[in-house]
């Protein structure tokens, strides 16, 4: 039986400063991994992580699947060793402006090994603390503009 993720925050942010961390790669590479993601339907992209705080060691082959700009972003998640592929699956992220900024929900799905599963949420938790971090930090308030 397959798991999914469903995780949710709220950062004080408006929606369109959120949207640049999910959607530069620049932006991305401060709080996931190094990427070579572009905001297109169809752009094959790699998360390639080192191993610090966010990450873990290996690449993650994503395709962006799909863009509602400041609202909704999904990609293809694929990741394994070797042509073993553990991890086939997507992640969709909604952005919804609240009162005092953005609630952003995560949902990856597709897992199959409980331990990928557990992996994945614990990293997603520890990734965006990490963006949270980033936001309220006055060097980075201004990144995006």
Known sequence: MKKDINQKWFFNQP????????????LLAL????NDFKPVVGHKFQFRGGGHDCETVGIAYCEVLEIVPQKRLSYSWRT??????????MVIWTLSEKPGGTEL???????????????????????????????????HASATT
């Not at 929606?15 to 620049?26: C, G």
């Open 105 to 139: 929900l995560l949902q990856h799905n597709g897992f199959e090994l409980l331990e990928d599963y557990q992996s994945h949420a614990d990293g997603w938790n520890r990734c965006m603390n990490q963006l949270n971090e980033i936001l309220i930090a006055p060097q």
């Open 31 to 34: 709080w996931l991994m190094d």
């Open 15 to 26: 929606p369109p400063q959120v949207w640049d961390y999910l959607t530069k790669a620049e």
């Open 80 to 89: 394994g060793s070797g042509n073993d592929m553990t991890v086939n699956s």
